[in-house]
């Protein structure tokens, strides 16, 4: 193949539309833009949610709620969810997450919470326990072990330094500052 046998690929290149070539070719006079005004104008308009001056909808409608950029997420389970366990399994976030119990697993890993009965003696290995989860779970004889989460590690900041007391320094005092005020009688020359 030579490069003037170069084409591109059948009906990949359109003819462009000959605008302005009279009224017959269905796109003269105005070339297809209506007619006089901002419309017809090249370049951008209007931005998105320009509504001609009207109040735009983002502005009509009520704000309400906001978002906690400080908020920690769980992955919850019940006690209850336990129950399907076989006696003396390591209960963890991953094993919930291979049985189906989870969807996923959040940021700052697993909590456990109280709904529900527990008759199987397990150990479970998570970031968080209710007060009534961890008796549950010991009065079914096993054990509740709280294992703090990686993510969760690496997303907090580091603890702020204990403050010490640091000595304010006094401002001292300038040449101009430190001579006493003396009095100044204008000087007078003598006439005679």
């Given at each position: ?32 833009k209506?007619?006089k005004?901002?419309t ?34 769980y ?5 209850g969810?336990?129950?399907s ?12 997450l ?6 996923k ?38 054990t509740?072990?709280v ?46």
């Amino acid at each position: 193949m030579l490069i003037n046998q170069l084409s591109p690929t059948p009906n990949s290149k359109r003819t462009g539309k000959r605008l302005g070539r009279g009224i017959g070719s269905g796109l003269g006079k105005t070339s297809g833009k209506g007619g006089k005004g901002q419309t017809a104008r090249s370049g951008k308009q209007t931005r998105v949610n320009f509504e001609g001056g009207q109040t735009p909808l983002t502005r009509r409608l009520p704000k309400h709620g906001f978002t906690n950029n400080f908020s920690k997420n769980y992955s919850c389970v019940n006690v209850g969810d336990f129950a399907s366990f076989k006696a003396g399994t390591v209960v963890t976030a991953e094993l919930l997450l291979e049985k189906g119990v989870l969807s996923k697993i959040e940021a700052y890993g697993l909590k456990v919470l109280g709904d529900g009965e527990l008759a199987v003696k397990l150990t479970v290995k998570a970031a968080k326990f209710t007060k009534s989860a961890k008796e549950k779970i010991e009065a079914a004889g096993g054990t509740a072990q709280v294992v703090v989460n990686v993510k969760a590690e690496e997303t907090q900041k580091p603890a702020p330094k204990a403050s010490t007391a640091k000595e304010v320094k006094k401002p001292t005092a300038t040449k101009a500052q430190s001579k006493p005020a003396a009095a100044k009688a204008p000087a007078k020359s003598a006439k005679k």
